[in-house]
């Protein structure tokens, strides 16, 4: 691992880059090239970056980050024109592009395919950032393709500021999949970048950040087709995953009768590789069936408290017991029972369904205030 003493680089006044700065750009331009990793600052954190075309650069970059169970990267690129060769802009992503790029948010569109597996989400979008640092965007500029974007971090360990920091928590076999280290000495503590999800009716915040681009907490969104509506649940799992693994998560559905709850449902159960189809278990309560994605396993619980009209009735089926770590509940008919749920297990999400013209569903999803807590520290999108 070889580094560079970049102390002396203020990415406010660098102005043009030369001397040293530019010299440690064709460093860093030559190892990406050759498929290397290479550490570097940005104005949320230091990086890692990869060649995001080069699988096999890719490849040891999971390997570093490890147990990341499906969880995407984003790319840097050097401008919306390079952008465009990676991602489909629609009008609501170039609108984001025009107002807040360059700078600490990371837009996610549908891919084109263009980068190396593992790269897009298993929905097939990609998030892009251009970082607001003038020592990055020359290192893509002179590349001529996008690197990745995640903070340089193992998956699970604190979002580094300093190198020295993020090198004491590494393990010797993790430091020698690094080949160069940028360094800019102690960065600023500031919050990661903003995360947006163009791909839907409506952009939504995944993860907030410094810049409030939109509502962070909650998401209100048109469907246009069960398939769509069962894609958006599979979104609120993978935005919760961290959750779902830790503690575990319940989501409570509410709607009026053929809403879309059942649908709903099927789409969490899709997301989490469950083949059975699900039915809404009216008669007996709920219906229970395991799961198992990436590293994780666990049980999908699909409850429906249609019935269930008195506390009487609540207590005896003892729902508290079934939630916990790797347990995700999905909850028909929330209303009906939110006011006897256990507070300590209360829903982390809450989703109105109300049927619209042809197969249409407006969807308002609100987050508990304990989530929301959450996710503005994270580092669910592991994106700096």
Known sequence: MRSIDLSSYSSETAGEIG???????????????????VVFPTETSYGLGADATNPQAVNQLLKYKSRRQGKPLSIAVSDQAMAERYVEL????????????????????????????????????????????????????????????????????????AILKLLARLTPARQRLLDLVLDAGQLPVNPPSTVIDTTLSAPVTLRAGKVAVSDAA????????????????????????????????????????????TVFAQGVAEFLGIDEQLSSPTFIYAAEYAFRRHQASGQLYHLDMWKVDTRRIFDRLEVGRLAGPGRVLAVEWWNQVKAW??????????????????????????????????NHTSDTARQP
């Open 19 to 37: 001397g040293a700065v530019a010299a440690a750009v064709r460093s860093a331009v030559r190892a990406l090239d050759n498929g290397q990793l």
């Open 90 to 161: 629609n009008d609501q992503a170039r609108q984001i592009y025009q107002r807040w790029l360059p700078g600490p948010v990371t837009v996610v569109s549908p891919g084109r395919g263009a980068v190396a597996s593992g790269v897009e989400s298993e929905f097939g979008t990609l998030g892009v950032r251009i970082p607001d640092y003038p020592l990055v965007l020359e290192i893509v500029r002179r590349l001529g393709r996008p690197i990745t974007a995640t903070s340089a971090n193992a998956s699970g360990q604190a979002r580094p500021y």
């Open 218 to 261: 909650d998401w209100r969104l048109e469907t246009f087709s069960p398939a769509e509506t069962r894609q958006v649940a599979g979104r609120v799992v993978l935005r919760h995953w961290d959750r779902v693994v830790q503690a575990g998560l319940v989501i409570g559905l509410e709607g009026e009768l053929g809403a879309g709850k």
């Open 341 to 374: 749920w256990p507070a300590s297990q209360a829903a982390r999400v809450v989703v109105r369904i109300e049927p619209g013209q042809d197969q249409r569903r407006h969807l308002n999803i609100t987050n508990s205030a304990v989530d929301r807590a959450v």
